[in-house]
């Protein structure tokens, strides 16, 4: 087992702004009644295996815009496995409304699939090319996609900023491949492609808008070319893989274990060999493995409650700014609900205001400067996340302190979070 710590909070200063106690972690922080749901968007189309035209679709869901005083949320896409030929968007709903719950914009993505599996019908006798296309269409499909969500961000609330993605075995494999691949090194990987296919970033819909990839989830998945991970590409990666796993290698190898010389499969490159090239460059990953686990299935590294919380704390992870590389085996998944700056006085972007007093069994005091104008909402969390106090449209012109009542509180921290035109301002305080 290996461990460093890796920071990145001068290239990504802005996370500071989503470092939120309660909020972006393992549990919710709002309730199912505050998300909003949209199935079967239309991102773009294109022509699937056969040649036949087919419209490409994302369910989105997302705390209603009217309850969450953030303005922007980190986005988190999910993309589902099935070896280019099955599975569905759907596969991942549970998770997505999960992730909602918790305070990300939450998306499921539909991409192309198909390609002749059977091949000859000997085992290892698939069509490879048919394949490697199949793995081509799958990564135009949801670059389409993130192209889309950024061009309509400001109807959902998207920081386009921090996009994270999340995929399961071959949706593991598009997420590396969005990350890292460019055309050139796509070339590489997927001789012939571009000339019948087209490009990986302008076909699906002809959209244009940046985005920033932050963080990945690989999830019994790999990548087929780690040459492809370079020094400037500062996306930090998390693998949870099973040692059993006898379809995607633990390490290096060829997809599906099919060392065929007359029909040659894949090479691919599992977590440990995207890890050592991550130390290489310099980035930030971490390996989660099982120890009896097979492909995508684990016996105690459960996906009902270990995994989301994993990767949920990944992610929040990154929004504070941290990341630790390690490898491990087994449970490891520590709380990340009280993540947030340690210091105690944690006025993330707005230092127009201050609270008082602190600690306090009576009242907190919220004094705003007499400049402040413009309307404010301001919250009171516990430490798991649950509002204790909540006020929306709060005018500090007409009147430059609020007082809150917290006698009827548990005695303990709690966390004072004051949205308003300049930022987001969180502060702890104790409440004895």
Not at 17 to 35: H, K
Not at 36 to 41: E, M, N, P
Request: aromatic share 14%.
């Amino acid at each position: 087992m290996f461990s460093f710590l890796f920071s990145f909070l001068g290239s990504q200063a802005q996370s500071i702004n989503y470092c939120i106690p309660g909020r972006f972690a393992e549990n919710d922080f709002y309730s199912p009644l505050a998300i909003v749901s949209t199935y079967d968007l239309v991102y773009g189309n294109n022509n699937d295996y056969q040649g036949i035209n087919q419209d490409l679709k994302l369910d989105i869901h997302y705390p209603n815009l009217s309850v969450d005083p953030l303005s922007k949320r980190p986005l988190v896409l999910i993309i589902h496995g099935g070896s280019y030929y099955s599975g569905s968007k759907s596969d991942f709903t549970a998770y997505a409304l999960q992730l909602a719950r918790r305070g990300y914009v939450a998306v499921t993505v539909q991409y192309r699939l198909g390609w002749d599996y059977i091949g000859t019908g000997l085992p290892c006798g698939g069509n490879i090319n048919g394949f490697r296309y199949a793995a081509y269409r799958s990564l135009q499909d949801v670059k389409a996609c993130l192209r889309y969500l950024a061009f309509h961000a400001g109807n959902y609330g998207i920081d386009t900023d921090r996009f994270f993605l999340m995929g399961q075995s071959a949706g593991a494999f598009t997420a590396m491949h969005c990350a890292f691949m460019q055309q050139q090194e796509a070339d590489l990987v997927f001789p012939a492609a571009y000339a019948d296919l087209g490009p990986i970033d302008s076909v699906s819909n002809n959209l244009y808008a940046n985005y920033q990839l932050s963080g990945i989830f690989n999830w019994c998945g790999g990548i087929l070319d780690t040459n492809a991970m370079d020094a400037n590409e500062q996306i930090p990666v998390l693998s949870i893989h099973g040692l059993l796993d006898n379809v995607v290698p633990l390490d290096t190898g060829a997809f599906l274990g099919c060392n065929s010389v007359s029909n040659p499969y894949p090479f691919v490159y599992g977590p440990k060999a995207i890890q050592r090239r991550m130390k290489n460059i310099g980035h930030c990953s971490v390996n989660n493995f099982d120890a009896d686990g097979m492909h995508c299935v684990y016996p105690s590294l459960e996906p009902v409650v270990y995994i989301p919380s994993k990767f949920t704390c990944f992610f929040k992870g990154l929004l504070c700014g941290n990341c630790v590389t390690e490898e491990k085996i087994g449970y490891s998944s520590p709380s990340c609900m009280d993540a947030a700056p340690n210091n105690l006085d944690i006025q993330t972007t707005d230092q127009s205001w201050a609270v008082y007093p602190n600690p306090s069994s009576d009242y907190l005091i919220i004094r705003f400067a007499p400049y402040h104008t413009g309307m404010l909402n301001i919250q009171l969390t516990n430490a798991q996340g649950a509002i204790q106090f909540s006020q929306v449209n709060w005018n500090p012109f007409f009147q430059k302190e609020m007082k809150i009542p917290v006698s009827f509180m548990k005695a303990g921290i709690y966390y004072l979070q004051v949205q308003s035109k300049d930022g987001l301002g969180v502060q702890k305080v104790i409440i004895q």
